[in-house]
């Protein structure tokens, strides 16, 4: 730093690979001078060592936090005492993408898995619960077990055909099978016209119930109120080429049509 309070760059303080090719000034005659515009500082790889200690204490806060929460949680109530011996499945499913990562250091991939566990606790208890399926009523609507009260859970983005309907039934027994008398873990998305809890249903061991149906064949892609769920799209697509379910039948009735016939029969 100068008298003036103005201050250059040693060119010799920095790697070579923190500098763009295009630096004039450094073969200046007079390296005195400010540095120009044309000096362009690219952090085109960053320090290991840096980045490793950063991780390092970043991970060590996220650790605490962790355990911090989880031990709040669990003493505070007994379904999440239930949700910590699903929470494996769950933090595993929010980590897979972070395992995708390129190996550049050991710290920073430690750290991120750190945060995708943390982040799975702080979002498990605004939108997520773990909870006992009490009872299924059809293919896409269960209760479930909440402050000791039964409460009616639509499965979200799907639509299974309806008890008087061809597969109705069977569709009810398939929903049944994968959920009855389990801890599932529920991702809420708001109440629909009838007061029921719209949610995702996850099984302890990570599959999605609302796409374990559609592959199978048991209900429909609800384009109504999921029109970008993609996935959803695609595994009817499958079900139907594989004739999966109820496409055994080449054209069956949707069941918002079997509603809207029903209802028109008996006003």
Same mark, same amino acid.
């Given at each position: 730093?100068?008298?003036?309070?103005?201050?250059?760059?040693?060119?010799?303080?920095?790697?070579?690979?923190?500098?763009?090719?295009?630096?004039?000034?450094?073969?200046?005659?007079?390296? $005195?001078?400010?540095?120009?515009?044309?000096?362009?500082?690219?952090?085109?790889?960053?320090?290991?060592?840096?980045? $490793? &200690? #950063?991780?390092?204490? +970043?991970?060590?806060?996220?650790?605490?936090?962790?355990?911090?929460?989880?031990?709040?949680?669990?003493?505070?109530?007994?379904?999440?005492?239930?949700?910590?011996?699903?929470?494996?499945?769950?933090?595993?499913? &929010?980590? =897979?993408?972070?395992?995708? #990562?390129?190996?550049?250091? @050991?710290?920073?991939?430690?750290?991120?898995?750190?945060?995708?566990?943390?982040?799975?606790?702080? $979002?498990?208890?605004? @939108?997520?619960?773990?909870?006992?399926? %009490?009872?299924?009523?059809? !293919? =896409? @609507?269960?209760?479930?077990?909440?402050?000791?009260?039964?409460?009616?859970?639509?499965?979200?983005?799907?639509?299974?055909?309806?008890?008087?309907?061809?597969?109705?039934?069977?569709?009810?027994?398939?929903?049944? $099978?994968?959920?009855? !008398?389990?801890? %599932?873990?529920?991702?809420?998305?708001?109440?629909?016209?009838?007061?029921?809890?719209?949610?995702?249903?996850? +099984?302890?061991?990570?599959?999605?119930?609302?796409? %374990?149906?559609?592959?199978?064949?048991?209900?429909?892609?609800? /384009?109504?109120?999921?029109?970008? =769920?993609?996935?959803?799209?695609?595994?009817?697509?499958?079900? /139907?080429?594989?004739?999966? !379910?109820?496409?055994?039948?080449?054209?069956? #009735?949707?069941?918002? +049509?079997?509603?809207?016939?029903?209802?028109?029969?008996?006003?």
């Amino acid at each position: 730093t100068t008298a003036s309070g103005s201050f250059h760059i040693q060119p010799e303080s920095f790697p070579s690979q923190y500098l763009s090719y295009k630096c004039p000034w450094l073969n200046s005659a007079t390296r $005195d001078e400010p540095p120009t515009p044309a000096l362009h500082i690219q952090w085109i790889k960053s320090s290991p060592r840096t980045n $490793d &200690r #950063l991780a390092q204490a +970043l991970q060590t806060f996220i650790y605490q936090m962790l355990l911090t929460t989880w031990s709040v949680m669990i003493s505070s109530s007994e379904t999440l005492k239930r949700m910590m011996s699903l929470g494996g499945a769950f933090v595993q499913r &929010r980590i =897979d993408l972070f395992e995708k #990562l390129p190996n550049t250091t @050991t710290g920073l991939r430690a750290f991120f898995l750190s945060c995708a566990a943390f982040l799975f606790v702080v $979002d498990g208890g605004a @939108t997520e619960f773990s909870t006992l399926v %009490v009872s299924v009523i059809d !293919g =896409d @609507t269960i209760e479930v077990l909440q402050y000791q009260k039964p409460e009616r859970i639509r499965l979200n983005g799907i639509d299974c055909p309806e008890k008087g309907q061809t597969f109705g039934q069977r569709a009810k027994q398939a929903t049944s $099978d994968l959920v009855f !008398g389990k801890d %599932v873990m529920l991702q809420t998305h708001g109440k629909d016209r009838y007061g029921h809890t719209i949610a995702d249903v996850f +099984l302890p061991d990570g599959r999605k119930v609302n796409q %374990v149906l559609v592959k199978n064949g048991w209900c429909w892609w609800n /384009r109504k109120y999921a029109p970008r =769920d993609v996935i959803l799209e695609e595994l009817e697509r499958r079900a /139907r080429a594989d004739r999966s !379910g109820l496409w055994t039948d080449p054209h069956p #009735l949707p069941p918002w +049509l079997y509603r809207e016939l029903t209802a028109s029969a008996n006003p």
